[in-house]
T-cell receptor
């Protein structure tokens, strides 16, 4: 029982490159979230999903896209990375009848 | 719109003393309130939640929090701090009305327990 797993754990990109962050969960979560954590800014919601095939924008969606083709996976994409996207990214999930969020261990992304 | 404010960047407390980490919130409907803790280089871990009922909720590791509707506050407390409680603490809120599923976090408060 792995819980919520994020890959990769670390990544360095050059400006303009693209990448995809994967969040995989085996806890049957209906709801999944992508946050970024920056010093002095706390956690800010990028996008979220309330079920397979559905996604919605959070507070800071610009420059990111997401997909939830399968219930257990929630992908976060950066089409053209910018230095402002240097951050630690966290995925989280929860069941529809349980308010407790389970977090992954994070992805540290640097964009040079 | 929903929001959370954590007015203190850092709280310092001596080991064995009581601790309080402050949180105020703003929602249109009824709030669901949460506290999470983050240890260095780790993801966030759930501590406790308020959904409804008793205003004093108890959580993991001896922490508790008091919901105060009139003051729109949800302060985290512990009667006797441990050095191992030193971490980053986040308050969060979800507006429970209208099927709204966004969970909004505060900026976090660093708790430093001094031996």
């Amino acid at each position: 029982n792995a819980g919520v797993t994020q890959t990769p754990k670390f990544r360095v990109l050059k400006t303009g490159q693209s990448m995809t962050l994967l969040c995989a969960q085996d806890m049957n979560h209906e709801y999944m979230y992508w946050y970024r954590q920056d010093p002095g800014m706390g956690l800010r919601l990028i996008h979220y999903s309330v079920g397979e095939g559905t996604t919605a924008k959070g507070e800071v969606p610009d420059g990111y896209n997401v997909s939830r083709l399968k219930k257990q996976n929630f992908l976060l994409g950066l089409e053209s990375a910018a230095p402002s996207q240097t951050s630690v990214y966290f995925c989280a999930g929860r069941r529809y009848n349980n308010e407790k969020l389970f977090f992954g261990s994070g992805t540290q992304l640097s964009v040079l | 719109a929903q929001s959370v404010a954590q007015p203190e960047d850092q709280v310092n407390v001596a080991e064995g003393n009581p601790l309080t980490v402050k949180c105020t919130y703003s929602v249109s409907g009824n709030p669901y309130l949460f506290w999470y803790v983050q240890y260095p280089n780790r993801g966030l871990q759930f501590l406790l939640k308020y959904i409804t009922g008793d205003n004093l909720v108890k959580g993991s590791y001896g922490f508790e929090a008091e919901f105060n509707k009139s003051q729109t506050s949800f302060h985290l407390k512990k009667p006797s701090a441990l050095v191992s409680d030193s971490a980053l603490y986040f308050c969060a809120v979800r507006d429970s009305s209208g099927g709204y599923q966004k969970v909004t976090f505060g900026i976090g408060t660093k708790l430093q327990v001094i031996p």
